[in-house]
């Protein structure tokens, strides 16, 4: 069976500190595994991709993820928060370019 | 860019009325999907189209219809609103690419 779990629902930080936003798969074939941003009010951005390339995925505004199949986590960080980085975010597993799994969310707050 | 449009970004319905919802792609895309997004829930899979005229029923189809007449169009239908289907909806598309790509969302309130 496929399943996503995001382990945090609500993350706060600073502004200029770290993120870290876990996120936990299940997948009995080789998975695609994405991070999308939703801004208030706004449809889903893609953030980053890993399709069995790079473990290590870089993706926009300072974004990254690495995909550890051991643990299969596909955990999401950035070094410096920024105040427009505030928003929910999301963990999605997919295969065949169809099906996606989409995890509960994670709400991003940053303080300045 | 690839660009998903929504017919609507906020819609009020009444309990019994029938409510077209649509989406627009313009990136030749064969796949495309209607999910709803609730607090908590993430967004569960309502119906997807990978084809004219060709649909699959996804994970919450009950209660929904959809229409694929043309390529870059996908609707979706509530034959008869009813309170428990307010929530965003998120068109998305694909065409063959793993990502998917998303619309505004339209959020419906049925009272």
């Not at chain 1, 941003?37 to 870089?58: E, R, W």
């Not at chain 2, 997004?37 to 699959?56: A, N, T």
């Not at chain 2, 029923?57 to 609103?81: N, Q, T, W």
Request: glycine content about 8%; some cysteine; hydrophobic content about 35%.
């Amino acid at each position: 069976a496929q399943s996503v779990t995001q382990l945090d629902s609500h993350v706060s930080v600073s502004e200029g500190t770290p993120v870290l936003l876990r996120c936990n798969y299940s997948s009995s074939y080789s998975p695609s595994l994405f991070w999308y941003v939703q801004h208030p009010n706004k449809g889903l951005q893609l953030l980053l991709k890993y399709t069995s390339a790079a473990t290590l995925v870089k993706g926009i505004n300072g974004f990254e993820a690495e995909f550890k199949k051991s643990e299969t986590s596909f955990h999401l960080t950035k070094p410096s928060a920024h105040m427009s980085d505030a928003a929910e975010y999301f963990c999605v597993v997919g295969w065949g370019g169809i099906w996606m799994i989409f995890g509960a969310g994670t709400r991003l707050a940053v303080h300045p | 860019d690839v660009k998903v449009t929504q017919s609507s970004r906020y819609l009020v319905k009444r309990t019994g009325e029938k409510v077209f919802l649509e989406c627009v792609q313009d990136m030749d895309h064969e796949n495309m999907f209607w999910y709803r997004q609730d607090p908590g829930l993430g967004l569960r899979l309502i119906y997807f189209s990978y084809d004219v005229k060709m649909k699959e029923k996804g994970d919450i189809p009950e209660g929904y219809s959809v229409s694929r007449e043309k390529k870059e169009r996908f609707s979706l239908i509530l034959e008869s609103a009813s309170t428990n289907q307010t929530s965003m909806y998120l068109c998305a598309s694909t065409g063959g690419e793993h990502e998917q790509y998303f619309g505004p969302g339209t959020r419906l309130t049925v009272t």
